[in-house]
Every structure is written in structure tokens, then in C-alpha cells.
């Protein structure tokens, strides 16, 4: 394949569509990390070394330079990284313990390799002081022989960033112990086995000089330097390029900054003397003022990680400067400091810059990617736009490790912070307790806008880079073609001596692609002076290389260096170039100075975005000898902490924000401190970390969705008034903003992929099935009356909070999870928890236990519990508000909404038994009901009727109207004085009969209910099955599908197919099976129904013997009316008044239960005509008798069988309602058949209402029989 | 052209190439860590669908275990 081709291929993986809906809240992931640097770093000098020799040899110098700098760093690293092994090491403690030999040869074994590395570092540190004291002597030397020369500012810089090195290895090894103490064991060992030859002292003593002086590299430096003529001007030099560089910001990483800070110092230390004669204060090159001013800004100066630096210690070597001087002395400048070195005073002004910058960005990158070979306007400056981006990254990263910095030079103590208690360890101190809750968030804040901007950078970093190189081709040849041109031509017309320079420097530069043509080609064109291209030049996508772009500059900043020749004008003859010409030079070498930055891009961005130090604590570790802190010392979890826990959830979205900095530690402990064991503690922290972050970002989910469902589902008026009647404090939907972070598909953490949505989901799923568990719990533990209503709410709450959920996150179905909870996954079960639980209460609480009343159609506890079973409830389970309704303030607020439910039972609890149990459940509920009613009506309500039947004494004739109320009432008192005496009478009989009619009125409430609520569904379903109000299907319109005729049409398309020939007869059965049921069958009725043919076994012994007369029973006893018109007029007896009445504890099942019975046995109308009570109020309606007897008011009797009576007629007229033909079913009444022949005495013929047609045809036959029309007449 | 000039002209070439295939080579890892992406999005989508059938089908299981034995 050709590269043309492959090139193609590259181009085209632009146009594949790669979907990815995540939210982006975490830094963007970098699965495939390139770090193609094409630096020649000096590696092609050779081509240019003819052009000018000194170049190549600083060139090599440089080389050099630069080399020792990344040694250096990598020792840096490995000696803050490396912990001590001699603590781990086992110590001889006597010289008589037997196995002293193997000790220290183990020990020597396995301390040896650390301390060759040791001495490879004293060896490094050797060979790179003697490098640089090379560097100065040459640099000296050209000082020597001019006394104003021009030396090149990337030597002076190479030198810079060498010196820094130095400091900070010096810093290190001066407060690391842990190479000390290693050696220390180390030496003992091998001098207690006696094996080092004199070489191997000797150098081992050496390195525990070196090891234990401090500050020996930067102290034998100065011895060396010191010596070499000419050196201060060479650090004046250093100095000088610090503070300028230093105040024209010409500095784009962190690190550099500190660099120029490190060596700026450890420069002036150098220089100064110790006697007047070689005072820094008689040098009157250096910048020294400046340069203190800039040191006195920065009192501290990150190290690394844990470790900060004072460059004011290097003036301790510098008799002349006090170092007072650079220190804050009053407390104001204190302040002043510390308001400088935190985030939050300048995070109000960091944010605006962030927001205009990332707009800015945001245009160009979408043109960027929206268009293929995009190119930038000529007038868009875009290696200005990505610098500015790098230099933003840099100064608040920058920020942030001034911040640390601070704050681990200023630990904090009880008094400044009265969190901190005294018993806080050290790095407690330095940490958790010195950042307040706002620095927290000000500091989340900032490393959320460096990891967006670092993102912004690096998603555009491939495709801009070939646009980046092809902006600094045209800069470079627009400097050259027109700049350079013309002050080349102008040189070689005056014959400056400058001219070779320039001459050098565009050969040096040279593409034949972007000049046209050369001045010194064609002296006739010299003479015209520079023209412009005649064809139009191409820019190429590739930059000078690095070599090439640093000759150039050099050399450039030789011609208008002030103190280059060119400069130098007389009164005869000014400067060699115009004032324009030394701007444009100026301007490029300035602008140059960005390229290598914007060229490795990627490098750059890493660089400035590298906040690992926030989380090293190497420094304390060894302090205080700990293996490690707990998580809840360290910054990053610190900092995610807080905006999990924080109130207002503005912050929520940051959340994976602060983990990041695990990446970046990470990233930082494999790749620059090479240090594995930290690489696994990282990794070790970050599990846990995550644990605890998925544990509690999941419960403060679900309490945000939780609380949120509840206040949907709060009334809104009732929450203003529980609001503003301080019933709760507050009800307000909270502002957590979970919706990104529960998208999260893909987090990447240490190089994991996480599926974060999928673990909320885990969570969410368990959460909510504890929540159903909570719901049903509380339901088994409560008052049923309560319960049932909590368990609705809690349910509703559940659906809602699910549904919410649901938006974001993969859940199960709330359906199956209440299944599940309810113990009522398997079909072949038809009861779960809920059902029967609600089966149990009703049956053995709530019928036995309760009493109705129609008047308020409620049911009430009967203040006396007479039911021999007593229901226990489970245990109330522990409250824990996020699985009830979110928080404590809205469980309050629902707590108020169920207390009026607490007492009472009426149609709302019915209703809401149909909604939890669910329709489909009623049949069985209402099979449950009728098992027990049939068993109360086989085991006891029988038994007492027959027992009672025979008690009512049979002599027992209605009396006279003589008699008077007060005579008639005694009557009957005397006969029943047996059954009244009875001792459970009032307690044991009446309540068999009052749950047995508790059952009744039940069932009629439950129908009621599911006649409203199907009532409602209908209603709300007429359009859709083309039904109008008043239940006459209409036309279809148009726009509304049949389904059967839709289906049939399929059918007849669909000839052949192996399902089709059903499927128009399958969607014709659906259709109806769906069709709302328009003659609705009530359930009430049919319990009556199963009720009435539970009376068969006992209907022809309850209906007493025929009438002897034929035609009706007047005394005789053996009805079952007869029986309830003696319990009835025992119920109907005031006791006395300290008693309950009955009403009160019995209600109205009681007289539910005789009334249905008698209306089922065909009674009614003779109950109503002969019933004792009633009898004597038809008495007492006439004679208007009043008087006492005994302690009773016969008043107060009257008044109760009147309300009774009132009651009894209420209920008959339900039942002749619901089942009319029951009325006289199985009446035993005579038929007076109308006299056929007038001379026999009529004869009458028993009727019985069961065998009613065979008796008709009887009767017709009479009739046919005698020829003439007869006429039954019914009593 | 002189050889100086012959040099730095072939060695401006020679880089442009290496530019060249070293950009190609950066879009081909931007690409690779978009499509990493964008790969672990929709495999997390199917995972998601994947492992709540498996659930479905579990819970059905549970559900009809005893249906048989029922019906015999």
C-alpha cells in the first residue's frame, strides 16, 4: 500500500460516526497515550555546524546540560519516592546473639543494591557540577575576552534549569532521611562482616559525607565556581535572564516558573561574596533589586508532592543580602501573602477568564471538526489561541501548588480552625483541617476548569497539530520573505558587516517551498530592492526543527542585541536597522519562543495539568513513621467528600472531578518517580475510595429521588399549609443535580473502565427492594387502618421514585421487584406478604374487632375486644428515613396525612385495599371472607340458634293491647328472663352475630368501591372503544383503527402463513374479552348469593314447623325471626349506664347479620308485623306509657327498638334491592283458593315458594278442572 | 544551490514527511481512544440490556418453577 493511500485511510476514520452519549464530567479518558516528539534536540547540529562554529559547541554543551537536568529529575523522584528498608530490617541487639552474622549479611545483601544506586547519584551529582563548572569556565572565558558580549539566552537558560535541578536535589536530600538511615545500616553491617576492601571504604566514606552534609552539591558547586575568573559575570548572566524572563511571563510551565525562582536565588547566592570587595552590592550588572523583589513575593515554593522550599535559605551564603529581606516581617504582609497564595481570592476573576476562553476555543474547534482541511482566516491568530490555553493551564496549576505549598508551611491548630481537635495527627493538620469548606470547593472548582481546558486542548490535539505547524511554516517564511528580505538587502547594499549573519541565517532556514527567490542571487534584483513572490508559495505542515529554530534565534538576538554592533549608531551613522525592523526581529523572537511548547502539544498539556502533588505525602510519612493515612487525610477524597455531603448539590456534577487526581498520581508514580509499592497504594486507595464513593453517591440518589417523588406526590396545599404552620420546616424539591452523573457509562479510573450507571443501577434496584421491604415491614407492624394507607403512600412513592430512576438508569421492573419483595413471584401462588397479611387482619382484627356505623360509614374499634384471637404484629422496623419518604421532614409531613386513618376503617381504606391487593386478588379475598363466614356459621352461629331456639319458651303469646307498654314489656321479660340471664349473651353471642354481619357490610363497601372505581375506568375508556356516554357504539371516525377489522384485512394478506388464519378469530376474541362489561354484576349480590346457600343446611330447621292453621304462625317459637326478635329485644334493653351500648360495641353488623338472615329465609315481613319490640313500641304509640322498671326507662327502650327499627327497614330495603326475588322465597303462606263451588267451605292449600310451579300447575290443573279462572291470593 | 542549501532543503522534506506520517499516526490514536469511547458506551448499552434480560429471565424462571408440578 502506498502512503498516499494510507494517508487516504487516515483521513477517512474522520467520517465514522463513533456515538458516544455520555455526559462529559470527567476529564477526557486518553485510552491510547502517543508521545511522538520529533525534538532533533541538538541531534542535527552537524548540518549546520558549518555556518558557525561557537553554535555547535553550545550546542553540545546544551546537549550536555539538558541530559544532567532529566538525570537529575529522575533522581529527584526516586529519592522523595524511595522509603527506608532499615526499619523493616531486623536490628542486632547484642554482639552475643548467635545469629548477629546472618543478619548482617542478609542485611548487607539486601541493602546493597540501594546503596549502589546511592552512589550512583554522588557519581551523577560529581560528573554534572563538573559539567556545568565546564559550561561557566567557557562562558567565562568569552566574558573575559569581551566585556560585553553577547552570549546565547538558551545556554543561560540550559544553565538555569540546571541549577534548579541542583536546588532541588539538595532541598530533597537535605529532608528525606531515608537514604541516611539506610546507609547508616548498611555501613554498620559491613563493618561488622569486615568485607570492604580500602577503595570501597573510601567511597563509602564519601558517601556519608555526602549523604549526610547538607546542601553539599550546591556547596562543592561554589567551591568549584568560585574558582574560575569571571564566574560572577557569567551568574550575573543567569540572574539577569531569570528576572526577565521572570517579569515579560516568558515561562510556560509550572515547573519553569519555579525554575527561574530556584536558580534566581541559588545564582545570587553564588555570586555574592564574602568580603566587600567581591559584595554583590558592588555588582552593577545584576538586576538585584528586582530580583529580591520578585524572591520577597514568593516566600515559599513548592518542592514536590508534601514538600515546600524557602529560597530565602540560600541567602545564609550570601554575607550582603539579609535574608530578612526577603521574608515577610509585619503582619499585614503576612496577610497580604497569604490572601495572594489562596485559590478563592482570585477564583471569581479565574472564572470569568475560563468562560471567555473556553467560548472562544469552543467556535474554533467546532469549525475545526465540522470541516475537513479547515484553514484558519488570515487574520485568526491560532497559535495565540492554543498558547493562551497552555498558559492558562500553567498559571492555575501554578495556583494550586502555591495554595498546597502554604498550606503545608502553615499547618493549622485548634485556634484557627475550631474543627481541629488537638489530638490531630500532623498531616491532619496540614490537610484536612486547612481547607475550609469554601477553599474545597474553590479548589474543586480550579481543577475542574484545568481538566476542561486540558480536555478542550487535547480532544483537538491531532487534528490541529498539522494546522499548527503549517501557522508556524507561514511565520517563519512571512519573517523571512519579508523582515529578514529586507533587511538583508538593505546590508549587502551598505555593506554591513551583519550581512553574513543574515545570509546565515536565511540559509540556515531555507525552503526552496516557501522563498522564492534569494537576495544575493541575482545582484540585478538586490539593486531593486526585496520583491515579493511572483508565484504563490505553499506552506508546509512542518516546523523548523528544534536545532534549526534555536541557531536562528540565536543568531537573531545577536543583530539586535543593544549590544550588538549593528546597535551601536554613531552621530555619522545611525543603527544598521530601522526601528520598525528591530520591533518585527523582537516580535519573532518572541513569538519563536512558544513553537517547541505548541509543536508537542500533547507534552505541554500533561505538563500543565499535572496535579499528582496534591495527593504524594511521602515527606510526612517519613515524619511521622506511618505505613500510610487513612483516606480521609487525603486531599482527593477529601475533596470528593465534600460534594457528595454538601447540601446544596450545586457542586454534584464535579463529583469525578477530584478523582482524577488519582489518574494523574498514578500516571505520575509509574512514570516519573518509577515507584510501583506507590503505584499500588494509589491504586489501593482509589478501590476503596470508589467503594465508599459508589456506597454513598448511591444513597444520596436515592434520597434525592426519593424526596423528590414524595414532594411530587404531596399535596402542594397541603405542603404550604404543613409549611407554614410549622408543622415540618421544610418541603422543597432538592437541587442535586444527579442526571450526568447517573449517564456515566464509562469512567475511567487508573485505567479501568467503570460502568458507573450499571453500579447505581445495582444499588438502585437493592435500594428500592429494601424500600418495598421497609413499606411492607411497617405494614405488617401497623394499625391495619394506618397501614394499609402508609403502605399505599410508600408504595406510590417507591413507583414514582423508580420511574424517575428509570429515566437514567437500567432497572428492573417495579412490578417483578414488589413480586419479589411480596413473596408472590411464583404463578402458582395467588397470596404474597401484603395479601396475606391484609387476609389475616381482616378475619382475625378487623371483623372481630370492629364496629360499623352507617352514619359516618366507618368502621371504629370496638373500645372492648372480645375475639379470642389476639393478632400479633411483627415488630415496627427501624426507621431510616431515605428508604421511607426521602427525609424526616417529609415522613412528618406524610405521618400528619395517616393519623386521621389511625382509628378508623371506611370506603378510602377499601378502596385502597383493591388498589394494593389489586383486582385480580378480590375473588380471593372475598373466598376467604365466605370460608369464614361459613365457618362461623357452622361452629357458632348455629349451635347458639338451635341452644336458643329451644330457651324461648313456648307458652310465650303475644299479649293484649291491655297489658299497656309497661305490662307487655314485663311480659316478655319474665318469659326470657332464662335467655336474657344468659351469660355471654352480650359478649359471646352477640359478637358471633356481629362479625358475621361485619363480613356483610364489608362486602358491600368493597363493592361499592370497585363500582366507583369501574365506573371510573370506564368512563375514561369510552372513546377508545368507540363507545359513547350513554353506551352506544358509534362509527369509527376516521383516524381510529377497528382492531378486528384491522386484524381480518392482515388476515386476508397474510393467506399461507401459519399463524394467520387464527389471527382475525384471535383479535375478534380479545376485542370482547377487553370490551368494558356494560351490565356489570355486583359483587355484593353475589356474596349474598353464597351467603343464602350457605343457609341450606339450616334453612328448613330455621323456618320452624307449618302453620297449623295453614296460613301463618302467630305463637309459635320455631322461626328464626321469633329468635331475633328475643335477641333484638335483648340488645334493644338499656343495661346500665355505666355499660357500653350495644351500638357502640357491636355496631351494625349485629343487626346486619339477623336482618340478612331473616330477609334469606323470607321472613322479612312477618318479623316486621310480629316482632316483640316492635309490638310493644305499637303499644307505647298508643297508650304513650312512661315509667321505670327497675333502674330502666322504658322511654329509653322504645327510643332504641325505634332506632333499630329504622335500621332494620334501611337494611331490608338494601336487600330487597340487591335480591328482590328473595323476598318471600320459601314463604310458607296458605293459598286461599277462591271458593269453586259456594257450598264447600273454601279449602286451603299450603304453598310452598321452593316447589312454586309444581304447585301452579296443580292449582291450573284445579282450574282446568273446574272450568273456571281462579286467582290465588297470597297472604 | 549549495550543498549547505542542497541539505537543509532535503532535511525540510525529509521532516515534512516525518510530520506528515507522525500526524497521521496522532489521528489514528485520537481516533482509537474516541473509538475506545464510544466501543465502551455502546457495549456498556448492551450489557445494560443484556444483563437485564438475564434478570427478566430469571425472575421468570423463579416465577413458572412450579407451574408443572402444579399442573401434574
Redesign the interface.
Known amino acids: 500500500m502506498s502512503?498516499a493511500t494510507?494517508?487516504n485511510n487516515?483521513?477517512l476514520?474522520?467520517q465514522?460516526v463513533?456515538?458516544?452519549?455520555?455526559p462529559a464530567i470527567q476529564p477526557?479518558?486518553?485510552?491510547?497515550?502517543?508521545n511522538?516528539s520529533?525534538d532533533t534536540a541538538f541531534g542535527?547540529a552537524d548540518?549546520?555546524s558549518?555556518?558557525q562554529s561557537h553554535l555547535a559547541g553550545e550546542a553540545r554543551f546544551m546537549r550536555k546540560m539538558y541530559a544532567n537536568v532529566d538525570e537529575a529529575m529522575r533522581y529527584f523522584g526516586i529519592i522523595y519516592a524511595t522509603r527506608s528498608l532499615s526499619k523493616a530490617l531486623p536490628q542486632v541487639k547484642t554482639q552475643d546473639q548467635p545469629d548477629r552474622v546472618a543478619i548482617y549479611e542478609k542485611t548487607h545483601d539486601i541493602l546493597r543494591p540501594e546503596v549502589e544506586k546511592m552512589k550512583e547519584f554522588m557519581r551523577f551529582a560529581n560528573r554534572a557540577c563538573a559539567e556545568l563548572v565546564e559550561v561557566i569556565k567557557y562562558l567565562a572565558a568569552i566574558y573575559n575576552k569581551n566585556k560585553e558580549p553577547i552570549v546565547s539566552e538558551p545556554l543561560l537558560l540550559s544553565i538555569v534549569h540546571l541549577l534548579n535541578g541542583f536546588s532541588l536535589l539538595d532541598n530533597m536530600k537535605n529532608m528525606k532521611t531515608a537514604w541516611n538511615n539506610d546507609f547508616a545500616m548498611y555501613k554498620r553491617a559491613c563493618t561488622n562482616l569486615k568485607r570492604m576492601d580500602e577503595g570501597e571504604t573510601m567511597e563509602n566514606q564519601h558517601l556519608y559525607l555526602f549523604l549526610a552534609n547538607h546542601d553539599c552539591i550546591s556547596t562543592k558547586l561554589r567551591t568549584d565556581v568560585v574558582g574560575i575568573d569571571g564566574y560572577v559575570e557569567v551568574l550575573t548572566s543567569v540572574v539577569n535572564v531569570c528576572v526577565d524572563y521572570y517579569e515579560e511571563d516568558q515561562f510556560a510551565l509550572p515547573d519553569e516558573k519555579y525554575a527561574l525562582l530556584r536558580a534566581m536565588a541559588f545564582s545570587l547566592s553564588m555570586i555574592d561574596g564574602n568580603d566587600e570587595k567581591t559584595s554583590i552590592l558592588r555588582n552593577k550588572r545584576v538586576k538585584l533589586d528586582r530580583a529580591l523583589k520578585i524572591l520577597r513575593s514568593w516566600p515559599i515554593i513548592p518542592l514536590i508532592g508534601d514538600m515546600q522550599m524557602d529560597p530565602s535559605a540560600y541567602m545564609k551564603h550570601a554575607p550582603h543580602i539579609e535574608r530578612s529581606k526577603l521574608q515577610p516581617e509585619t503582619e499585614d504582609e503576612i496577610l497580604k501573602l497569604q490572601t495572594k497564595y489562596r485559590i478563592i481570592t482570585s477564583l471569581d476573576g479565574e472564572i470569568v477568564r475560563f468562560k471567555d476562553y473556553m467560548s472562544r476555543f469552543a467556535i474554533f474547534s467546532n469549525q475545526v471538526r465540522a470541516q475537513e482541511n479547515w484553514e484558519p482566516a488570515p487574520d485568526f491568530d491560532l497559535l495565540a489561541l492554543v498558547f493562551e490555553g497552555i498558559k492558562l493551564l500553567s498559571s492555575w496549576t501554578t495556583q494550586i501548588h502555591d495554595q498546597a505549598a502554604w498550606k503545608y508551611a502553615h499547618p493549622v491548630d485548634k485556634f484557627s480552625n475550631r474543627n481541629c481537635p488537638e489530638t490531630a495527627g500532623e498531616y491532619e493538620k496540614l490537610v484536612k483541617y486547612n481547607y475550609s469548606l469554601e477553599e474545597r470547593f474553590a479548589l474543586v472548582e480550579m481543577i475542574s476548569m484545568i481538566k476542561s481546558v486540558a480536555t478542550a486542548l487535547q480532544t483537538v490535539?491531532?487534528?490541529i497539530?498539522?494546522l499548527i505547524?503549517r501557522c508556524i511554516h507561514r511565520e517563519l517564511f512571512t519573517f523571512v520573505q519579508n523582515t529578514l528580505l529586507d533587511i538583508t538587502s538593505h546590508s549587502i547594499k551598505k555593506k554591513r558587516p551583519s550581512q553574513s549573519v543574515l545570509v546565515m541565517i536565511r540559509?540556515?532556514?531555507?525552503?526552496?517551498?516557501a522563498v522564492i527567490e534569494l537576495p544575493d542571487e541575482d545582484d540585478k534584483k538586490k539593486k531593486k530592492g526585496p520583491a515579493g513572490p511572483s508565484t504563490p508559495v505553499t506552506y508546509?505542515?512542518?516546523?523548523p526543527?528544534s536545532t534549526q529554530l534555536n541557531y536562528a534565534r540565536v543568531l537573531l538576538e545577536s543583530l539586535y542585541n543593544e549590544k550588538a554592533a549593528g546597535m551601536k549608531g554613531t552621530l555619522m551613522k545611525g543603527k544598521d536597522y530601522s526601528s520598525q525592523q528591530i520591533f518585527e526581529m523582537m516580535t519573532f523572537y518572541k513569538r519563536s519562543f512558544l513553537y517547541p511548547y505548541l509543536l508537542d502539544l500533547d507534552k505541554s498539556v500533561l505538563a500543565c495539568s499535572d496535579l499528582s502533588v496534591l495527593w504524594f505525602k511521602e515527606f510526612y510519612l517519613e515524619v511521622t513513621r506511618s505505613v500510610q493515612f487513612p483516606i480521609e487525610q487525603s486531599l482527593p477524597w477529601i475533596l470528593t467528600d465534600s460534594i457528595i455531603e454538601s447540601p446544596s448539590g450545586t457542586a454534584t456534577e464535579y463529583m469525578l472531578v477530584p478523582l482524577d487526581l488519582y489518574n494523574d498520581s498514578a500516571n505520575s508514580a509509574l512514570w516519573a518517580l518509577k515507584s510501583r509499592y506507590l503505584y499500588d497504594e494509589i491504586e489501593a486507595e482509589v478501590n476503596l475510595c470508589f467503594d465508599e464513593l459508589v456506597f454513598k453517591v448511591s444513597e444520596a440518589v436515592f434520597t434525592h429521588y426519593k424526596t423528590q417523588a414524595s414532594c411530587i406526590l404531596l399535596d402542594k396545599a397541603l405542603k404550604h399549609v404543613l409549611v407554614a404552620n410549622h408543622v415540618v420546616r421544610h418541603l422543597d424539591v432538592p437541587t442535586h443535580r444527579f442526571t450526568s452523573l447517573l449517564r456515566q457509562?464509562?469512567v475511567q479510573l487508573l485505567g479501568r473502565?467503570i460502568?458507573f450507571?450499571?453500579l447505581m443501577?445495582q444499588r438502585m434496584n437493592r435500594l428500592l427492594r429494601s424500600s418495598i421491604e421497609m413499606a411492607i415491614g411497617r405494614f405488617e407492624a401497623h394499625e391495619f387502618g394506618t397501614g394499609i394507607m402508609e403502605l399505599e403512600g410508600l408504595l406510590d412513592n417507591a413507583r414514582l421514585t423508580h420511574n424517575l430512576l428509570s429515566e437514567f438508569l437500567?432497572l428492573?421492573?417495579f412490578e417483578?421487584m414488589l413480586?419479589?419483595v411480596d413473596d408472590a413471584?411464583?404463578?402458582?401462588?395467588n397470596n404474597g406478604r401484603i395479601f396475606s397479611h391484609v387476609v389475616m387482619q381482616l378475619i382475625y382484627d378487623f371483623l372481630p374487632n370492629y364496629s360499623f356505623s352507617s352514619g359516618t360509614q366507618q368502621f371504629v374499634r370496638a373500645p372492648i375486644e372480645l375475639s379470642q384471637t389476639q393478632v400479633e404484629r411483627d415488630a415496627m422496623p427501624k426507621i431510616k428515613h431515605s428508604l421511607l419518604f426521602g427525609n424526616k421532614f417529609v415522613y412528618q409531613a406524610m405521618s400528619n396525612v395517616y393519623e386521621p386513618f389511625k382509628e378508623s376503617i371506611g370506603l378510602q381504606q377499601i378502596a385502597t385495599i383493591i388498589r394494593v391487593i389489586g383486582q385480580d386478588k378480590i375473588g380471593v379475598l372475598i373466598d376467604e371472607l365466605l370460608k369464614n363466614v361459613e365457618v362461623q356459621l357452622v361452629n357458632m352461629v348455629c349451635p347458639y340458634v338451635e341452644s336458643f331456639m329451644r330457651g324461648i319458651p313456648v307458652d310465650m303469646k303475644t299479649p293484649l293491647f291491655q297489658y299497656g307498654t309497661l305490662g307487655t314489656f314485663q311480659y316478655f321479660q319474665a318469659h326470657l328472663k332464662p335467655i336474657l340471664a344468659y351469660r355471654d349473651l352480650k359478649t359471646e353471642v352477640f359478637h358471633v352475630f356481629r362479625e358475621l354481619g361485619n363480613s356483610l357490610i364489608f362486602a358491600r363497601l368493597l363493592d361499592q368501591s370497585m363500582l366507583q372505581r369501574d365506573l371510573f375506568t370506564y368512563v375514561q375508556s369510552l372513546p377508545f372503544y368507540t363507545i359513547d356516554r350513554s353506551g352506544v357504539t358509534v362509527p369509527s371516525t376516521t383516524g381510529q383503527v377497528d382492531p378486528t377489522a384491522f386484524f381480518k384485512f392482515v388476515t386476508t394478506h397474510l393467506q399461507g402463513q401459519p399463524f394467520s388464519e387464527s389471527l382475525g378469530g384471535r383479535a375478534e376474541q380479545a376485542s370482547k374479552l377487553n370490551a368494558p362489561s356494560l351490565a356489570r354484576k355486583s359483587l355484593f349480590v353475589r356474596v349474598l348469593e353464597r351467603f343464602d346457600a350457605l343457609l341450606a343446611p339450616v334453612r328448613e330447621k330455621w323456618r320452624g314447623s307449618r302453620p297449623t292453621n295453614g296460613i301463618l304462625n302467630i305463637d309459635e317459637t320455631s322461626e328464626f325471626y321469633r329468635l331475633w326478635s328475643v335477641l333484638q329485644f335483648a340488645y334493644c334493653t338499656p343495661g346500665a349506664k355505666t355499660e357500653f351500648s350495644t351500638q357502640t360495641l357491636f355496631g351494625e353488623g349485629l343487626p346486619w347479620t339477623g336482618c340478612a338472615i331473616i330477609y334469606l329465609l323470607g321472613q322479612r315481613v312477618r318479623f316486621q308485623v310480629m316482632d316483640i319490640c316492635y309490638h310493644i313500641v305499637n303499644v307505647h304509640a298508643v297508650d304513650g306509657q312512661v315509667g321505670n322498671i327497675g333502674s330502666m326507662n322504658i322511654v329509653d327502650f322504645i327510643q332504641e327498638v325505634k332506632n333499630y327499627q329504622r335500621l332494620n327497614d334501611s337494611i331490608f330495603a338494601t336487600l330487597q334491592t340487591l335480591l328482590p326475588d328473595r323476598d318471600l322465597h320459601g314463604n310458607r303462606y296458605g293459598v286461599a283458593h277462591p271458593p269453586l263451588d259456594t257450598k264447600k267451605v273454601p279449602t286451603y292449600e299450603s304453598y310452598d315458594g321452593e316447589h312454586g310451579t309444581a304447585v301452579s300447575r296443580k292449582i291450573e290443573k284445579i282450574e282446568a278442572g273446574s272450568g273456571v279462572e281462579g286467582h290465588d291470593t297470597r297472604v | 544551490m549549495s550543498a549547505q542549501a542542497t541539505f537543509v532543503q532535503r532535511d525540510w522534506e525529509n521532516r515534512e514527511l516525518v510530520e506528515e506520517i507522525s500526524s497521521a499516526v496522532k489521528r489514528i490514536a485520537s481516533f482509537l481512544t474516541t473509538f475506545d469511547s464510544s466501543t465502551r458506551y455502546r457495549l456498556a448499552a448492551l450489557n445494560e440490556k443484556l444483563s437485564q434480560l438475564e434478570r427478566q429471565v430469571d425472575y421468570l424462571d423463579a416465577r413458572v418453577v412450579n407451574v408443572d408440578a402444579a399442573n401434574s
Open positions: 502512503l494510507s494517508l487516515v483521513a476514520l474522520s465514522h463513533l456515538v458516544d452519549n455520555q477526557r479518558p486518553i485510552s491510547v497515550q502517543l511522538a520529533l542535527d548540518l549546520y558549518n555556518l490535539s491531532a487534528t497539530a498539522p505547524r540559509d540556515m532556514l531555507m525552503d526552496a517551498k508546509r505542515a512542518c516546523a526543527s457509562k464509562h473502565t460502568d450507571s450499571q443501577a437500567p428492573d421492573p417483578d413480586r419479589e413471584v411464583d404463578l402458582t401462588l
